[in-house]
């Protein structure tokens, strides 16, 4: 009969100590008064997944706006995944090499993941006076 009395003990002191780290692990001291304790929350929830990832993975943005690629010309490590996104109302794309998006409306993005260093030339294949660089090192 001792063992089943041992049991309920161990188990409802473990529900205890869930139940406190539970408790104090959503108090925060750090709140200030007129701050929402939930926004305070989600907002910290994803700082220590980030910090504990062991893998970098490089990115790198470019814009498409005024009939222009923005920046023209960027230097990435290799392995690096390119983005571009177009901002114009106008379609364009990105074309050269082993570089061929589809065509691109306003707000859309493409992305392109350079693992062979290089110089990597591109245009829009709709306004070939647009002109773009990406180096690979
Ligand atoms: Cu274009």
């Not at 709140?31 to 994803?46: F, N």
């Not at 350079?114 to 245009?123: L, N």
């Amino acid at each position: 009969m001792e063992p089943f009395t041992r049991t309920g003990t161990y188990l409802g002191a473990l529900a205890t100590a869930v139940a406190l780290a539970a408790a104090s692990a959503c108090a925060d001291p750090s709140a200030g008064p007129g701050t929402p304790p939930q926004a305070e929350h989600q907002m910290s929830m994803p700082a220590p997944a980030a910090a504990a990832s062991v893998q970098t993975v490089a990115v790198s943005a470019v814009a498409i706006s005024g009939f222009a690629y923005v920046p023209a010309a960027i230097t990435v490590p290799a392995g690096t995944t390119v983005t571009w996104r177009n901002d114009d109302s106008a379609r364009h794309d990105v074309s050269g090499g082993p570089l061929r998006s589809p065509l691109l409306s306003q707000g859309a993005t493409w992305s392109y993941t350079f693992a062979t260093p290089g110089t990597y030339s591109y245009i829009c294949s709709v306004h070939p006076n647009m002109k773009g660089t990406v180096t690979v090192r």
